[in-house]
């Protein structure tokens, strides 16, 4: 048997980066996801823009709200498509026989969705910016930070949702149903701190809502990945 | 694996009493059976025997409700280094169809961190005669082609125990001819099989021993040089018509 275990650390990252690959690699061919994710982000943007009215609410107090509503079900709809690829010819079965911990399969799909996120975001925060004329400047490093620290969150709940909705009739409906309420925490810290930094107040106002995302980031990262095996073993 | 190994030594899989339960159901109740190196079982039985949740509890993907089940020793649920030891095939091809052959084959040698694994997906695709296709997307395949392609990433880690569900279904002759030159050959060069089919032929002269389910149980079990072929074609007939 010409195979070769060694740390339980090592190979459980390093299982979650093949699989991660794999799903990129399927994403890559057929771009389907990210397609739709990334029309539904600009058509998001420019119907909230037509509907907005600069006289009754400022653009810094509209934008952080649009970023993170666009965010929230752009992602969503890569979420889905996470163990929708799995289902078809019971790819899962293969991957669940095979000798990788069930923790590798939730990170490697987690971080296959994290990247997803961020493309979508690559594109659709300099959409905002564009469309309703944002000062980024100095505060685009934090903006960042915010982004990546929200997706983190997003996608460790989502993708455990995903696991779980996907062999059921009605994944598409359930897999939103089941992870707003989750999302909430999320998308409040993520425009709050927003807002905060847009409006150009000091960084420690909005320092408690990225001290939040981190602890929920940490949480359900945690969390999740460890209640992944339970939906997956009968 | 042109080096015939004689059937023997300690046993790959040893089952005891295993049964496995959904809800008040019993899919599998109370099944014992050993196989050692070079021995094959082929299972027979009409459909909703429970022989496929016997190949899924032994290829890691259900928990035995009770019993005691162990792969080279270690029980099941037995995790990663229990599941190491096994190849499946199932009537499910497994793939990615966005991916191509070498592709799908490749990403199970990574997974079961395969030492000189491009060497060994080479082998395997030509083994199943998918070397000229090797680079085409799954989903552009015949069924058949899938399916080749999925014994050569069950095969890929070169497993002790092959679990093998329907594996002819979808194979053309030569298809179905390849893969049981393929199962002959791991079974003479040492690896335990388990082969559900509903080909009484191709099963026995496959397999060393085999073992007739109806309700989740083991009606008969026999070493298949003392069976006769057609009294074993009645007792079949008479499972599959639930009589």
Redesign the interface.
């Known amino acids: 048997m010409p195979i070769g275990r060694r740390c339980r650390v090592t190979d459980t990252l390093r299982d979650a980066w093949v699989i991660a690959r794999k799903d990129l690699s399927i994403e890559f061919r057929t771009r389907s996801a990210f397609f739709s994710a990334v029309v539904f982000a600009l058509l998001g943007l420019v119907i909230f823009y037509f509907a907005w009215d600069p006289t009754a609410v400022s653009v810094t107090d509209l934008a952080p709200g649009v970023l993170w509503v666009i965010f929230t079900f752009s992602g969503l709809l890569g979420l889905h498509r996470s163990f929708g690829v799995e289902i078809a010819d019971h790819a899962i079965d293969g991957l669940l026989a095979s000798p990788v911990s069930r923790e590798s399969i939730f990170l490697g799909k987690a971080i296959a969705n994290l990247i997803f996120v961020i493309a979508v975001q690559l594109i659709a925060i300099p959409a905002l910016v564009l469309f309703y004329n944002l000062p980024l400047g100095d505060v685009l490093a934090p903006l960042i930070a915010i982004a990546l620290l929200a997706a983190i969150g997003l996608v460790a709940v989502g993708t455990l949702f995903s696991a779980m909705a996907v062999n059921t009739r009605l994944a598409e409906l359930l897999l939103p149903m089941l992870s707003l309420p989750f999302f909430v925490p999320i998308v409040i810290a993520a425009s709050q701190s927003t807002a905060k930094l847009l409006s150009g107040r000091p960084a420690a106002e909005g320092g408690a809502w990225i001290k939040l995302l981190l602890a929920f980031d940490i949480v359900f990262v945690a969390l999740c990945t460890l209640a992944y095996p339970f939906t997956v073993d009968d | 694996m042109s080096s015939k190994i004689s059937p023997g030594g300690a046993p790959i899989v040893e089952v005891s009493e295993l049964t496995r339960e959904f809800g008040r159901r019993r899919a599998v109740a109370g099944v014992t059976f050993a196989l050692a190196p070079g021995e094959c079982l082929a299972l027979f039985g009409p459909n909703g025997a429970g022989k496929t949740t016997l190949l899924r509890v032994l ?5 035995p409700t009770s019993g005691d089940a162990r792969i080279s020793g270690i029980k099941l ?1 037995g ?3 229990a ?4 190849g ?1 095939i ?1 009537h ?8 191509s052959p070498r ?1 799908n084959v490749a ?2 040698a ?7 694994g491009g060497r ?1 997906v080479e082998e395997s695709l030509q083994r199943m005669s998918m070397l000229e296709r090797a680079d085409a ?1 799954v989903r552009l395949l015949s069924r058949g082609m ?1 399916q080749r392609v999925s014994i050569a ?1 069950a095969m890929v ?4 125990l092959v679990l093998a569900d329907e594996p002819y279904s979808g194979l053309d002759e030569s298809g179905a001819r390849a893969l049981t030159t393929l199962l002959r050959d791991l079974r003479d060069a040492g690896t335990a099989v388990i082969v559900v089919t509903h080909n009484l032929a191709e099963g026995l002269s496959l397999a060393t021993h085999a073992a007739l389910m109806q309700r989740g149980q083991f009606i008969r079990y026999d070493a298949t040089d003392r069976i006769d072929a057609a009294t074993y074609a009645n007792a079949y007939r008479q499972a599959v018509s639930g009589d």
């Open positions: 290829a890691g993907l259900l928990r649920p995790g990663p280094a599941r190491a030891r096994v499946l199932s499910h091809n497994m793939l990615y169809e966005a991916l592709e990403f199970a990574r997974l079961y961190q395969v030492r000189d060994r997307p899938q990433r880690h070169s497993p002790q």
